[in-house]
């Protein structure tokens, strides 16, 4: 079969599996998770789809059917958010923060349009989707396990979370420098740095919701021109 078939089937599963587990954790997970349980859910999807960097860069062939296929991901999530399905799969009654589900996909499509015009590589496209979504995935659930000071009144972000955002961030991109872009330890590791210091400055200070966007981009950036 053809590698893009295979891409398109293999997506569909992987995001089909982590809503299926989301689903799980909303309707059995209320007893042990609490209030949380809303938050993990939609969390574990965030950090679960954000492997199709794998499949993007392992099975895929060509670039236009993954933008394609991200999309259609795009179009179904705004629709399902306009309509409440994701309230229903996530358990999340504010529809704002669902739309981080829309935005992520998208982030994505700008970031491999930017690979496309010789910005950047697949290092980078693997730092930025993995650092997203292990990063900010894991910082939210560790910030609200550990109940840590917010950084500021007026900011809801946690100092818990944005050094596990720090921490994810800097390892990712030092792996995926190393393993995949063949780059010594010490520039790695001091990109790495460097990397993971604005990605979570970014994270924790964009307004309107629209990290999934912005963080992603910057790291992209900093790892594809340096």
């Known amino acids: 079969m053809h590698g893009d078939v295979w891409g398109l089937v293999l997506s569909v599963l992987l995001i089909g599996f982590f809503l299926g587990v989301s689903f799980l954790i909303v309707k059995f997970g209320k007893k042990r998770l609490g209030d949380s349980c809303s938050e993990v859910a939609r969390k574990v999807v965030h950090i679960g789809v954000s492997n199709w960097f794998f499949i993007y860069c392992y099975v895929f062939e060509t670039d236009i059917w993954p933008i394609a296929g991200l999309a259609v991901f795009t179009v179904m999530n705004a629709v399902m958010n306009i309509s409440g399905g994701l309230k229903t799969v996530m358990g999340q009654e504010d529809k704002k923060r669902n739309w981080g589900l829309v935005q992520y996909p998208v982030s994505i499509i700008i970031l491999i349009v930017l690979k496309m015009l010789g ?24 910030g609200r396990a550990l109940k840590s000071r917010r950084i500021s009144e007026r ?11 720090f921490a994810v961030t800097c390892i990712i991109v030092f792996v995926l420098r ?20 604005a990605a979570t400055a970014v994270e924790a200070f964009t307004p309107f919701g629209l990290d999934n966007i912005t ?6 950036l900093i790892v594809g021109l340096l």
């Open 119 to 142: 910005v950047g590589d697949d290092v980078a496209l693997g730092c930025a989707v993995l650092g997203m979504g292990y990063g900010d995935g894991l910082a939210s659930i560790v």
């Open 155 to 165: 900011n809801p972000k946690t100092i818990a979370g944005c050094l596990t955002m």
């Open 178 to 197: 190393i393993a995949m872009g063949g780059a010594e330890a010490l520039p790695s590791l001091l990109l790495a740095l460097g990397t993971a210091a």
């Open 215 to 220: 963080v992603p981009v910057v790291i992209y």
